[in-house]
């Protein structure tokens, strides 16, 4: 029964992988490096599935069966690659495929090599070699072995992009709640379990687990996580792009350092011009269109940030919405009357961020915030009558 469910699952994902890189072939808009990764990412976990239900199910026949069988097995690696470099190209509007780029696929077609290699000694008879002990005669121990390592690897590459993007876009963006990849980070936990599910019925088969309901049970989890995370991935990361281009990996800056006077002016430009123009009242601006409010270059600009004020530009902003919004609902706005009226107002379009950013700013929510000014406000209407007012003294 499991292994029926295993075959119905595979085969429904397999239709989905290649549907879905259809989708995506279709679409005219958007960048193409991105879709392109994608689509490779999809179609060659589809070929990976055609050959698990070829070889099932005997529909190749082959003199040398073993020989397809362990060349096809490379296509494991490029996998976790292919993922990797799709979620650089989500992040990077400026990634580009060079050489450097191409030693992704290397492992590839060392295993592949590899291979062919242990293949040909294994069919040629004669002495053992040193190879056949180490390679050959543990072909699947190796493999399993360096395809986890692999996937680690990756794992950890791929978690460390996503933390750098969301760091650059706070250095660019007051706004990032619709483009901080929080999605992503979850579809790459979810992937993660599927290659658990991988490596651990790898290593039942290298032990000499026998087929039976535990792996079965191990390949139908696995599959079904794979089959959510592709169409989450293919559908968020079309909307991904859509919405937002990615930013700059290398950001271009002068090599001209401001001085300390140069800086204190500019720190006094930028303070002066937030208090009286208030431009953190528009829910879009970025540190691009500050600087030509200004008039004082991006990169000098961001030196300013982040030396003078010690904040990056998202906090920077956002410290005076806080503030801004600190005052209406202290009562300074009568007509603001709810909180979602004053988020907007202020230059936030989140609730879940003004939310998030109002209470590390000042310890509350804006609700606690509002309805302890309240209570002082009626504690202060409420003063005795014998207490000499303010005016009188």
């Known amino acids: 029964m499991v292994n029926m469910l295993t075959d119905i699952v595979l085969t429904v994902t397999g239709f989905q992988l290649v549907s879905l890189a ?84 290397v492992p ?10 242990a293949l040909r000694s294994s069919n040629a008879g004669g002495a053992v070699t040193w190879y056949d002990r180490l390679f050959v005669s543990r072909f699947y121990d190796a493999f399993w072995g360096l395809n986890l390592v ?21 250095s660019v963006y007051s706004t990032v709640h619709q483009i901080d990849l929080t999605w992503l980070l979850s579809l790459l936990a979810l992937i993660s379990l599927h290659w658990l599910f991988v490596a651990s019925r790898a290593v039942l088969t290298v032990v000499g687990i026998p087929e039976g309901n535990l792996t079965g049970i191990i390949d139908l989890y696995s599959i079904t996580i794979f089959l959510v995370f592709t169409t989450i991935l293919v559908f968020r990361g079309t909307a991904q792009l ?26 006094e430009r930028l303070r002066r011009y937030m208090e009286s123009e208030k431009p953190y009242l528009c829910s879009s601006l970025t540190i691009d269109r500050l600087s030509q409010m200004l ?36 009562g300074g706005n009568p007509r ?21 950013v109002f209470r590390k700013h000042t310890g509350l929510t804006p ?15 409420g003063q005795p009558s014998h207490l000499p007012s303010a005016k009188a003294t």
């Open 22 to 105: 259809v989708v995506l072939a279709a679409q005219k808009n958007g960048r193409l490096t991105p879709r392109l990764l994608l689509m490779a990412f999809l179609l060659t976990k589809a070929l990976l599935i055609a050959r698990w239900f070829v070889f099932r199910f005997g529909m190749v026949q082959h003199t040398e069966p073993d020989y397809l069988f362990r060349l096809s097995k490379a296509g494991f690696f490029l996998l976790a690659p292919l993922l990797f470099l799709y979620v650089r190209s989500l992040c990077y509007k400026d990634f580009r495929f060079t050489t450097k780029t191409s030693l992704h696929f």
């Open 108 to 117: 590839f077609f060392v295993v592949l090599l590899c291979t062919l290699a």
């Open 150 to 170: 692999q996937i680690l690897g990756y794992i950890a590459a791929m978690l460390h992009t996503v933390r750098r993007y969301r760091q650059r876009i706070r």
């Open 242 to 267: 859509k919405l937002f281009a990615g930013v700059e990996e290398k950001p271009k800056y002068s090599a001209y350092r401001l001085s300390e006077a140069q800086m204190a002016q500019h720190a």
């Open 295 to 330: 008039s004082i270059p991006r990169w000098h600009l961001s030196q300013v940030i982040n030396e003078v004020f010690h904040q990056n530009f998202f906090t920077f902003v956002n410290s005076y919405r806080v503030e801004e919004a600190k005052r209406y609902l202290a």
């Open 336 to 356: 603001l009357k709810t909180v979602s009226e004053v988020l907007y107002e202020v230059g936030f379009n989140s609730k879940s961020v003004f939310n998030e």
């Open 367 to 381: 609700t606690q915030y509002r309805r302890l000014h309240s209570l002082h406000a009626s504690a202060r209407q």
